[in-house]
Structures are given as C-alpha cells and as structure tokens.
C-alpha cells in the first residue's frame, strides 16, 4: 500500500510564499514521476509542475517563475515551493506520484488527499 501525505497548506497574503511538501511511503520500487495538480472551486484539475526521475521538470505557464518544484529522492518526498503567490492560486493541491510497487515494473498513479491553499487579496 502506498500513501501520499502532503502538508504546508494554509492561509497567506498576496505576494507571500508557501512551501508544499509530499512524502510518500509504502511500498515503493521506483517512482518515475511526481508532482503537483491543483483544482479550484468550479474549475477543472490542472498541471502545476511534475518532475522526474532525471530531475527534468516542466511547469505551468501560469506559475512558471514563481513556483519551483524539487524531490528528495532518499526521503521519497517532492516540494513545491510557491512564491509571489496571487489569489489566483487558490486551490486544492494535489500530490501525485507515478511509481511501481515492486520489481515486476507495473506503474500506477498515486495521488494524496489534497491540501488546500488560500491567497487573500
């Protein structure tokens, strides 16, 4: 069973930071992907940024110069560090990780329960 935990969420002011982190645990072989999706009130689930195993990433228009992801790989853990945050980004995050369980090499996607992030104007 694999469980993704994110934490960091919360209430900041236009033009704050906050640093979004997402451990996974269980049984874990090889995690090819990771990354973060948020959602709005009323709005479709969208890509933030993903990063993979060679540390490639890709992000957003939307937050591109803004937003950083990174991973710790030994600790199974993917961050998301927001600054320049705008009201705009608020949402439920939503951690994901596309990962194999075992050495047979079958691939899933695992997602955490969200966490919400709230930008006051």
């Known amino acids: 069973q694999v469980r993704l935990a994110e934490s960091g969420g919360g209430l900041v002011q236009s033009g704050g930071?906050?640093?979004l982190s997402c451990a996974a645990s269980g049984?874990?072989?090889?995690?090819?992907?990771t990354g973060w999706y948020?959602?709005?009130v009323g709005q479709q689930?969208?890509?933030?940024?993903?990063i993979n195993?060679?540390?490639?990433?890709?992000v957003a228009d939307s937050v591109r110069g803004r937003f950083t992801i990174s991973r710790d790989s030994a600790k199974n853990t993917v961050y998301l560090q927001m600054n320049s945050l705008k009201p705009e980004d608020t949402a439920v995050y939503?951690?994901?990780a596309n990962l194999a369980s075992d050495?047979?090499?079958?691939?899933e996607d695992y997602w955490g329960q969200g966490i919400q992030v709230t930008?006051?104007?």
């Open 27 to 33: 049984s874990i072989f090889r995690i090819v992907s």
């Open 45 to 50: 689930r969208e890509l933030v940024a993903r």
């Open 103 to 107: 050495s047979r090499g079958i691939y």
């Open 119 to 121: 930008v006051s104007s």
């Open 53 to 58: 195993s060679r540390d490639m990433t890709n």
């Open 94 to 96: 939503y951690c994901y």
């Open 17 to 19: 930071s906050l640093r």
């Open 38 to 40: 948020r959602q709005g």
